[in-house]
């Protein structure tokens, strides 16, 4: 049997890609990923340079020029695009920064959430029994609660800020991140590498780090994408609802709630923050799907 | 007269790194009542030849034929519903390779077995009843009548091997196709099962297509044997023919890797050491789990009052099934698991009191399964570094050095030290467990059935690998195996367990030509096996 090197041809003859060059290849050729991921960057863009490209500021106030209508409306001028507010602020300018609170608070929440679930999704995997009991237990306890009335009520008593709100929605929105990095670490776990780094004298600490993460890591991406899109619809619930974002800040959901009074006859306060909450939330969700699909199932390099 | 013909069967699959042609230019035939046997490693195309004769390759698979008829009728022109309705089931049975995934967990024995044949408007509900539990009897599962109403979870896997054959057969095929139908099951059941698909063949006048990459179980079973060799049918002929003047280089490689039971061991005991470098002393270790949070508790008792000793430059073989124990008790040496009861003592100190760097610097593992044991997420560099990195040893350019120097010690070429290990096959990622493990230089191996997830000609590789890296750098090996044959190649001495116990321990010699176990016995009689003397020539013609 010691012959058998030498008489058998290689079996692979084709060049197998590395997995980096498979996960391009598949991004560039998912189109509902490249059309969120698109919007989503567009978005970050508007908001970073969002001094720039507003026309005015989005909080002087013009009493003389107050609910004008859009351009296209009758009535509408070329000075204000897309028309002023009740209080006669340029919509187009605070519509435009209304995208930095969107944006900030949908990626602090998303984080803040990912850091808990992840943690604690990840340690109810690893160590398994009475921890994994608690943190199961802490997980159900948190499904009963109703998110939004909860966040209503601690926003108020704690008092609305920005930090606030990024705060209380990303502690709402942790069980995502939980339910899938415990169900994978627990796969990942029983694997023989895991066991072959213990081997080699490995704590648990480094297991975690140097092991389960890396692995974990397009899932949480995926779950990120996901809770960005749901952190956003929170604070704007919040906002609209008068204990998210205090008014002058121009926030989205603050605007619909400002132009709900007039929505009868000036329809478009209500409709075009509408707009750019739903582009940004579905290319948020566009996003995520395809990550999804790029990362998973097959794709998974194992 | 013919049953099945096919010519020219061409398969490719679409692969993101453009069309790969798994089967080429395959022709194969079989007359009523034949059994041909289709040999191959992973990836020859043997599984696609049969999935592409049941219309179940894959989606992203096309496939073209000169023809392709089955008793006179032709395949291609059959649309979707009338193939389904004439084909698979009444006329062709298969069966799978991995009995555990093959029953729907959420219907009984009953209900699977009856199903087919009642929505097909071929018996009533109680002749099918009947007839099942006629079948189950006779396919050897006992009280086929209870057996009806249980889930597959109640049953062994090679139970469910049987129950899945029984099915097959519900629907009296003309041919049985059965794709590596014993490779995920004990050597013991392992010929149970030949012996009954043979049976059932002769009794029944049904063709048989057995797909296995084991040409030993194939030649034993079959009247003829086609070999492949990636997607190409490279030898057809008789099996005696086959086995014994193989005409093709493949072949003759293919059997010239088989592990062999023949002959006196090749090592003979010829270590004289006699330090216990690793033992096991009444090691008991017992799994209790739970249903649900406040559920009954059961035990099971997986290693009960185990000693075992492995001294130093020995090859220890430890034999067993699944479910033996094996495995926790390499577990419990490899200090990943606890005993209950009983100690471990490692370089004549209790292995609880050295700290797990000094023990992973005396012993490192190599498992069983390569595609789970190298983390798919790091490069080759870095995981062969790790339990250097790990130990805080060296500095970086010292660990690069390392590095090489192991994968030059198992023949992994250099140019793979930054590849992943998707881009590996089996055997490269086996070898990349191995150079990992010898990284820190241990003193000792436990390998957990280092090649069982590998091909034979591989297989061949990697023991002739262990075996030289044995003899340079003077390893101690405790090596946990099903395959008799294997431990007939590599061992010293022998431990046999059953049911968490050892039930026979002795030198390779006395053990293998001289069992003194009944269940020993039966492991030796079971392991497939075949001659290559011109005495057995004789015999077999």
């Known amino acids: 049997m010691s012959t058998t090197d030498t008489t058998l041809p290689p079996v692979t003859a084709e060049r197998r890609m590395t997995p980096a060059e498979m996960f391009r290849q598949r991004m560039f050729g998912h189109r509902g990923f490249l059309l969120g991921a698109g919007l989503m960057l567009l978005i970050v863009l508007i908001a970073i340079f969002a001094p720039l490209l507003a026309p ?247 | 007269m013919t049953l099945l013909d096919i010519q020219n069967l061409d398969i490719t699959l679409s692969l993101p790194n453009g069309p790969l042609h798994v089967v080429r230019d395959v022709s194969l035939s079989l007359a009523k009542g034949e059994a041909l046997g289709i040999v191959g490693e992973s990836g020859s195309g043997k599984s696609m030849t049969a999935l592409a004769l049941m219309r179940l390759l894959p989606r992203s698979a096309s496939c073209t034929a000169a023809r392709m008829a089955f008793d006179g009728q032709d395949l291609p022109a059959l649309d979707g519903p009338a193939f389904t309705a004439a084909i698979p089931g009444p006329k062709i049975g298969m069966i799978f390779q991995e009995p555990m995934t093959s029953l729907n967990p959420v219907y009984t024995i009953g209900r699977q077995m009856t199903e087919a044949a009642v929505a097909r408007g071929l018996l009533s509900v109680p002749e099918a009843r009947q007839k099942a539990v006629a079948l189950l009897d006779r396919v050897g599962i006992p009280d086929p009548q209870d057996r009806m109403a249980q889930y597959p979870h109640q049953l062994s896997g090679g139970q469910r091997q049987r129950v899945m054959i029984a099915m097959t057969l519900m629907l009296d095929p003309d041919l049985l196709i059965a794709d590596e139908p014993t490779t995920a099951l004990d050597v ?124 130093r430059g020995e090859t220890l073989a430890l034999i067993g099934e699944s479910g033996s124990g094996k495995s926790t008790l390499a577990r419990i040496l490899l200090g990943l698991d606890q005993p209950d009861a009983g100690e471990v003592r490692m370089l004549d100190r209790p292995v609880a009191d050295l700290a797990p760097t000094d023990r992973a610097a005396f012993v490192q593992p190599v498992f069983q399964d390569p595609y789970t044991s190298l983390n798919p997420r790091r490069r080759l560099a870095e995981i062969i570094a790790r339990p250097l990195v790990l130990r805080d040893e060296g500095d970086r350019a010292s660990r690069l050095a390392a ?89 010293d001495r022998i431990a046999v367990m059953y049911r968490g116990r050892i039930v026979e321990e002795g030198s390779a010699e006395a053990v293998l030509s001289n069992p003194s176990n009944d269940y020993t016995a039966r492991l030796l009689a079971a392991a497939p096996r075949f001659g290559e003397t011109a005495e057995d020539r004789q015999v077999a013609r």
């Open chain 2, 403 to 491: 590095v090489e120097e192991a994968m030059e010690r198992v023949r992994l070429p250099a140019r793979l030290l930054h590849a992943y290990p998707s881009q590996l096959s089996g055997g490269q990622r086996q070898r990349v467990a191995i150079a990992r493990a010898l990284v820190t230089r241990p003193q000792a191996l436990i390998c957990d059935e280092p090649t069982s997830a590998l091909d034979v000609s591989v297989q061949a590789q990697i023991l002739d690998l262990l075996d030289e890296l044995r003899r340079d750098m003077g390893l101690t090996c405790l090596l946990v195996t099903h395959d008799m044959a294997v431990v007939h190649e590599v061992a």
């Open chain 2, 188 to 311: 013991t059941v392992q010929a149970q099962i030949l012996d009954l698909l043979d049976d059932l063949r002769r009794e029944r006048q049904m063709g048989l297509i057995l797909i296995s990459h084991d040409l030993a179980v194939v030649a034993q079973r079959t009247d003829r044997v086609a070999v492949m060799y990636m997607g190409e049918l490279v030898e057809q002929g008789s099996a005696q023919d086959v086995l014994f003047e193989p005409r093709h280089d493949y072949t003759k490689a293919l059997l010239a890797a088989i592990p062999r039971l023949d002959g006196p061991p090749r090592h003979a005991g010829d270590s004289a050491a006699t330090d216990e470098v690793i033992a096991a002393r009444d090691v008991t270790r017992r799994f209790t789990s739970r249903k649900g949070l406040f559920g009954p508790k059961r035990e099971t008792l997986a290693l009960d009052g185990v000693s075992l000793s492995v001294k």
């Open chain 1, 56 to 302: 005015h500021d989005p909080f002087t106030q013009t009493l003389s020029a107050r609910m004008l209508p859009p351009v296209w409306s009758e009535g509408g001028n070329w000075d204000y695009i897309l028309g002023t507010d009740q209080n006669g602020r340029d919509y187009l300018s605070r519509l435009i920064y209304g995208t930095r609170v969107s944006i900030t608070i949908g990626l602090g929440a998303a984080t803040v959430g990912m850091l808990i679930g992840v943690t604690l999704g990840v340690l109810a995997g690893y160590f398994g029994g009475w921890i994994d009991h608690g943190i199961s237990f802490l997980l159900t306890a948190q499904l009963a609660l109703p998110g939004l009335l909860l966040a209503m009520a601690l926003v108020f008593i704690i008092g609305p800020s920005i930090w606030v709100v990024i705060g209380i929605v990303g502690v709402l929105h942790w069980t995502y991140y939980l339910v899938v990095t415990r169900a994978a670490t627990q796969r990942i776990r029983s694997q023989d590498f895991v066991a072959a780094a213990a081997a080699s004298g490995a704590t648990s600490r480094q297991i975690i780090w140097h092991e389960i993460l890396p692995n974990l890591l397009s899932q949480i991406i995926v779950i990120f994408t996901f809770e960005l899109g749901i952190a956003i619809l929170a604070e704007s619930s919040l906002s609209f609802l008068g204990v998210g974002i205090q008014p002058p800040t121009p926030s989205w959901g603050l605007m619909i709630a400002e132009g709900k009074q007039a929505m009868f006859y000036r329809p478009w306060l209500v409709i075009l923050p509408g707009i750019c909450l739903f582009l940004l939330v579905i290319g948020a969700n566009l996003m995520g799907d395809g990550l999804r699909d790029i990362t998973s199932p097959e794709g998974r390099n194992e």
